[in-house]
């Protein structure tokens, strides 16, 4: 696989992450994005889906920035001051820099 280096004439979201070898269709996508399965275009993860990281396709999510979770392909936000709350947005496995775990509660609490 080629390396896309001109991803204007794939369209406003068109930046491929490489190319097949003609370089006339996208093979694989960058982050935010999806590869449509007829034109080889890279499509935006659908506006529904914020703070959605790479998606499968515009109404399947399948990973999410930090302080989010991961639930029925969709991004819900962790409790206030985690960074990670894995598959359960009620309690926390991680916590941002400003906060500290509670390992009981599984809460962040301000440092």
Same mark, same amino acid.
């Given at each position: 696989m080629?390396?896309?280096f001109n991803a204007t004439r794939f369209g406003a979201y068109g930046q491929c992450a490489f190319c097949d070898n003609?370089?006339? =269709?996208?093979?694989? &996508? *960058?982050?935010y994005t999806y590869l449509s399965?007829?034109?080889?275009k890279c499509?935006?993860?659908?506006?529904?889906?914020?703070?959605?990281?790479?998606c499968q396709d515009s109404r399947t999510c399948t990973d999410c920035w930090d302080?989010?979770?991961?639930?029925?392909? =969709?991004c819900v936000a &962790? *409790?206030?001051g985690c960074a990670d709350?894995?598959?359960d947005p009620t309690r926390c496995a991680r916590c941002d820099s400003s906060h500290v775990l509670d390992r009981v509660g599984k809460r962040c609490v301000p440092l």
């Open positions: 080629l390396q896309c003609d370089l006339a =269709r996208c093979s694989r &996508c *960058p982050p399965p007829g034109p080889g499509l935006p993860c659908s506006k529904a889906m914020p703070k959605c990281r790479s302080g989010y979770a991961l639930i029925k392909k =969709r &962790c *409790p206030r709350c894995g598959a």
